[in-house]
């Protein structure tokens, strides 16, 4: 434990010096070529750096942020967009805190897609919801992290992928909802919620566009299927459909990297499973928009109490069958519970001797 947290501050510190680089002297060059030239060295440390830890969760944590979020902001970065660049340039611990950690600053309440974003959240809502604070989400993620290991002891798989699935949703929010406190409480300023209640979907397109990890999505939509479709306006008109390349697009995008994050924790060759669990959803959130577009009235559309489970259904289901599988087969899942149950006794022993 003490090892690997030796190596966190390490690569902290490298994450450090490397954004200090990208906010005194790569924003000095032109935007373009030449200071995307200039952040290429970054982009391969950035890639590299997961590789120096070597437990399950703190590689897949800092491969999310770093390899991933952090190179993508950077790329945008580069052609003076996204995220990391405004007009007056932010602070420099702002712009850390924005290259390295998975946060968005919210918008203003009267910005437009702002108010988009509030009306179809809200057309999309059912009256349930679970308790949003940390330590209730806290509570519930060892609560099931005991559940499924007990499930798995008595060889009752089915019951441990939908209870992984559960604690999956739990730990991107714990994680993501942390990172917002922390920078909240340091800077002052206010964040946009890292998820939106995706347990509520009644669409996929509801599930992956406004609910799940919405700074991935926010990064994808930015750095993917924004070129994507103006691409494919340009080649096929501003037709309805034209969005569709996009789409497939950014979530082929979303498979080739989560191939990746499982590459940082299972070092192993890659089986392209998830890549595939991330097209087959691509393909099928395609085929919805194509029925709700062509074939059904609004009149038509089923109940979020139907519409809902069906949803989630086929993600825990597919989930089973194409995501899970690399973790399991490798023995991840029972490293990452065991790396939770050793520093939840690392802490207990440091609060005991205080």
């Known amino acids: 434990m003490e090892g690997e947290i030796k190596s966190l501050i390490e690569v902290g510190l490298s994450v450090i010096a490397s954004l200090s680089y990208c906010y005194f002297v790569a924003s000095r060059i032109p935007k373009g070529k030449l200071r995307l030239l200039s952040l290429v060295p970054i982009f391969c440390l950035f890639t590299i750096l997961p590789l120096s830890l070597t437990t399950v969760l703190p590689t897949g944590i800092t491969a999310l942020f770093i390899a991933w979020l952090a190179n993508f902001k950077l790329l945008l970065f580069s052609f003076d967009l996204g995220p990391l660049s405004t007009d007056p340039p932010k602070s420099l611990p702002l712009f850390i805190s924005i290259a390295c950690f998975p946060i968005k600053i919210k918008q203003n ?73 922390i920078v909240r409480a340091i800077l002052g300023i206010e964040l946009e919620l890292p998820s939106d209640d995706p347990y509520l979907s009644t669409s996929l397109q509801d599930f992956w566009g406004r609910r799940w990890n919405l700074v991935v999505s926010n990064i994808l939509r930015h750095t993917v299927y924004k070129p994507v479709r103006s691409v494919s306006e340009t080649v096929f008109g501003p037709q309805k459909w034209a969005p569709l390349p996009a789409v497939a697009a950014a979530f082929l995008i979303s ?33 919805e928009f194509w029925v709700k577009n062509t074939l059904l009235s609004q009149r038509c559309r089923l109940h979020w109490a139907v519409s809902g489970p069906l949803t989630i259904g086929f993600v825990i289901v597919t989930a089973g069958w194409l995501f899970f599988p690399p973790l399991i087969r490798n023995g991840v899942d029972a490293r990452a519970i065991q790396e939770c149950v050793s520093a939840l006794n690392f802490l207990k022993a440091k609060i005991d001797w205080a």
């Open 255 to 287: 498979g080739l990297m989560h191939e990746l994050l499982f590459f940082y924790v299972t070092r192993v060759a890659p089986t392209w499973e998830v890549t595939m669990f991330f097209v087959l959803h691509g393909a099928c959130l395609v085929l």
């Open 109 to 181: 309440e009267n910005h437009p897609s702002h108010q988009n974003d509030k009306k179809l959240a809200k057309s999309s809502k059912s009256p349930l919801k679970l308790p949003q604070n940390l330590p209730t989400k806290a509570f519930l993620f060892t609560i099931l992290m005991v559940a499924a290991t007990s499930y798995k002891e008595h060889g009752h798989q089915k019951m441990v992928i939908a209870i992984y699935c559960c604690i999956v949703c739990l730990l991107v929010d714990i994680v993501l909802g942390s990172c917002n406190t």
